[in-house]
């Protein structure tokens, strides 16, 4: 195979597969990834509890699951869990970090677009910051609803990061001013190195919602899929108010003053 046929052989896909395969590693190293305080974690198992209520046994499909963070909170709160991410890397963590936790959660890999899971098999489906970088989130929600069980729920935690408030812009150059002077060690927690910023942005540029992922759009996405009872929380204060401990002064206030926000909808 030559140079060229390997390279448009290499899709959005590959690249942002890839791309989250080389931030597997440090992943859990990253406050607003790993959760590193009670506080925090009983404020996302209250987000979980008031959109689907304790698991019960139920079963939980948690897409995109990375290293397994959701994953975790889901099988605290009883549910049966298997977890699903395209990612090796993210798995072979994931699945480390449940064997030492002594959790039975079940991993596998997987397209959260294409599951290849039964019709009607999972009475939850969840997902923590995946639709902003889905290809064909239409797609997507389609299939989703086709995996749960009637009167199953998907529950989305997601955000815009592309139009982001004055006031935002603002904290974030100060953010990065403050992290080039050495005052702040998490200004560019995410993608560590300008390389992998530029991955990012360009990956950013070319999924569906390049231009942010807003609720809004995302609601009427889940309504064409045949989802019903959609409901939309943008009250994730007590999360972010956990997570500012861990974060930088000016990345705390850039975190709550982004759009950020839970969706659940109804099969
Ligand atoms: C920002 S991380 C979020 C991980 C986890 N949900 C969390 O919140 O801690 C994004 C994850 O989505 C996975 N991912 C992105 N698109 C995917 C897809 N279509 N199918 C499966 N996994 C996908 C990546 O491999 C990565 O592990």
């Not at 596998?108 to 639709?131: C, F, K, Q």
Request: one cysteine or more.
């Amino acid at each position: 195979m030559n140079d060229t046929a390997t390279l448009s052989n290499f899709d959005l896909r590959d690249e942002i597969k890839a791309y989250w395969s080389a931030r597997a590693e440090t992943f859990d190293t990253q406050p607003g990834h790993e959760i590193f305080s009670e506080d925090e974690r009983a404020a996302w198992h209250c987000l979980i509890l008031k959109h689907l209520g304790e698991g019960e046994g139920r079963a939980a499909l948690d897409l995109a699951s990375g290293t397994g963070v959701v994953s975790h909170l889901l099988d605290d709160l009883g549910f049966r869990v298997t977890g699903m991410d395209w990612s090796e890397q993210m798995l072979e963590r994931a699945r480390e970090k449940a064997r030492t936790r002594g959790r039975s959660i079940r991993f596998v890999m997987g397209d959260a677009e294409n599951t290849m899971e039964p019709d009607d098999s999972y009475d939850v489906i969840t997902n923590r910051h995946l639709v902003w970088t889905l290809v064909d989130p239409k797609a997507a929600f389609v299939e989703w609803h086709r995996v749960l069980k009637p009167g199953g729920k998907v529950l989305i935690v997601d955000g815009d990061f592309v139009n982001v408030s004055p006031l935002t812009q603002f904290l974030k150059r100060l953010a990065t001013a403050a992290g080039r002077i050495g005052l702040i060690k998490d200004a560019r927690h995410g993608a560590a190195s300008p390389e992998m910023a530029e991955t990012h942005n360009r990956i950013l540029s070319q999924v569906y919602f390049s231009e942010g992922a807003r609720a809004e759009a995302v609601v009427d996405l889940l309504r064409a899929a045949g989802f019903a009872k959609v409901t939309v929380d943008k009250d994730m204060r007590a999360i972010h108010r956990a997570q500012k401990k861990n974060f930088s002064f000016f990345k705390g206030l850039e975190r709550a003053t982004q759009h950020r926000y839970a969706i659940c909808a109804e099969k």
